[in-house]
Antibody, heavy 120, light 110 residues
């Protein structure tokens, strides 16, 4: 079955960096685009970034461009999110999520998320 | 402030029908397909509807979606207490070249 398992979250001081990972299994990772979506506890979903299957094309939320960088290693079925110059407002649960091949735009599988807390 | 606008909350009695709206613009809903997600308390979101009105395998036909112009709606009929959750619409915005979500709607089954 499709599984997405995020890791790398934790408590980090403002201004520091953190790299999240997402290991995929149960499907051909190299054939799918993957999203990062975050959610402040108790709040709504916020789309963060998307990387196409080939790993070349990437899209970012305007507000995060320049601080966050998405990448992937298809040989390891792993997605990454490099987060630099972290701010308190980046505190959230970060989900990796698979883009559906069956539609123009939809997310058909989500991981359980990894919590990032930015605090001094 | 979300790009897509949803009502913060809706409520209805068990067995009744509820409609959740999602309003966007010509650069998002007006140009691309809409998907809907259900997030039960303490869990990750789950795909309910894709391509405006298609249901993934396993989603009951009590859930249906539609789109007209720059707005979309999710209908849930035969409400059950287990439907209590947050519901989000989502699509791609071609001007932003980014995914966008609505702010979410909390469904209460009275």
């Amino acid at each position: 079955q499709v599984q997405l398992v995020e890791s790398g979250g934790g408590v980090v001081q403002p201004g520091r960096s953190l790299r999240l990972s997402c290991v995929a299994s149960g499907f051909t990772f190299s054939s799918y685009g993957i999203h990062w979506v975050r959610q402040v506890p108790g709040k709504g979903l916020e789309w963060v970034a998307f990387i196409w299957a080939d790993g070349v094309n990437k899209n970012y939320a305007d507000s995060l461009r320049g601080r966050f960088s998405i990448s992937r290693d298809n040989s390891k079925s792993t997605l990454y999110l490099q987060m630099d110059s972290l701010r308190a407002e980046d505190t959230a649960l970060y989900y990796c999520a698979r883009d559906s091949l069956e539609s123009s735009y939809s997310i058909d599988y989500w991981g359980q998320g990894t919590l990032v807390t930015v605090s001094s | 402030q979300s790009v897509l606008t949803q009502p913060p909350s809706v409520s209805a009695a068990p067995g009744q029908k509820v409609t959740i709206s999602c309003s966007g613009s010509s650069s998002n809903i007006g140009r691309d397909y809409v998907s809907w997600y259900q997030q039960l308390p303490g869990t990750a979101p789950k795909l309910l509807i894709y391509d405006n009105n298609k249901r993934p395998s396993g989603i009951p036909d009590r859930f249906s979606g539609s789109k007209s112009g720059t707005s979309a709606t999710l209908d849930i009929t035969g409400l059950q207490t287990g439907d209590e959750a947050d519901y989000y619409c989502g699509t791609w915005d071609i001007s932003l070249s980014a995914g966008v979500f609505g702010g979410g709607t909390k469904l209460t089954v009275l």
